[in-house]
């Protein structure tokens, strides 16, 4: 059972213009989420993260959101850019004797100049 | 300041062989884990080491092996390869377990044939 849900595999927007990743969990007992992102042939950078007692964290462009009710959370890009295009990975952490992290499938981001 | 570092970067394996896939770092970072990334199921973690001599199964262990006898090293094994080994392998490691950003290295990609 999938812990961590990416259920759109592709995202195309337009440079300059908002860009949304969306992802929700299932279990309540995920204490901090993150975002990573890939480029292909290489590995994946850590971008922005968010403790579930938060429901915003901002960085320069990059602005994660968490609804702990709805088991959602979202990054937006504003303004977006060329070499934002990658795949962007959402990651929970569970906190506990076997603390480890649960990656969705990921996000491919293409930016249109 | 090198990071995580893996080696080799591509290898082709015939079925039934045995091989090591290394993984070094040089931050002092207590926690290493290693994941494996195929078409449409994002990162899947295989084992994971919360300090030298400590070590677990994630979430795919079935095939690999893997030690941790200093800080910085942790090789992961392939006892026997299959073709469903297939794959992008991943190692990272981080500071601690929660929230702290996870450093990965450049992957290795591995063929099983």
């Known amino acids: 059972d999938q812990q961590v849900k990416q259920n759109s595999p592709s995202l195309s927007v337009q440079e300059g213009r908002i860009s949304i990743l969306n992802c929700d969990y299932t279990n309540s007992m995920f204490d901090y989420f993150l975002w990573y992102k890939k480029y292909p042939a290489e590995g994946p950078t850590f971008l922005i993260s968010?403790?579930?007692?938060?429901d915003k964290n901002e960085d320069g462009r990059f602005t994660v959101f968490l609804n702990k009710s709805a088991k959602h959370l979202s990054l937006h890009i504003v303004p977006s850019q060329p070499g934002d295009s990658a795949v962007y990975f959402c990651?929970?952490?569970?906190?506990?004797?076997?603390?480890?992290?649960?990656f969705g499938k990921g996000i491919t981001l293409s930016v249109r100049p | 300041n090198a990071g995580v570092t893996q080696t080799p970067k591509f290898q082709v394996l015939k079925t039934g062989q045995s091989m090591t896939l290394q993984c070094a770092q040089d931050?002092?970072?207590?926690?290493m884990s290693w994941y494996r990334q195929d078409p449409g199921m994002g990162l899947r973690l295989i084992h994971y080491?919360?300090?030298?001599?400590?070590?677990d199964q994630g979430e795919v262990p079935n095939g690999y092996n893997v030690s941790r006898s200093t800080t910085e090293d942790f090789p992961l094994r392939l006892l026997s390869a299959a073709p469903s080994q297939t794959s992008v392998y991943f190692c990272a490691s981080s500071f601690r377990q929660g929230g702290s950003e996870a450093f990965f290295g450049q992957g290795t990609r591995l063929t099983v044939v």
């Open positions: 968010i403790s579930s007692i938060k």
């Open positions: 080491s919360v300090g030298a001599g400590i070590t």
């Open positions: 990651a929970a952490h569970l906190t506990g004797a076997n603390s480890k992290l649960t």
């Open positions: 931050m002092n970072h207590e926690y």
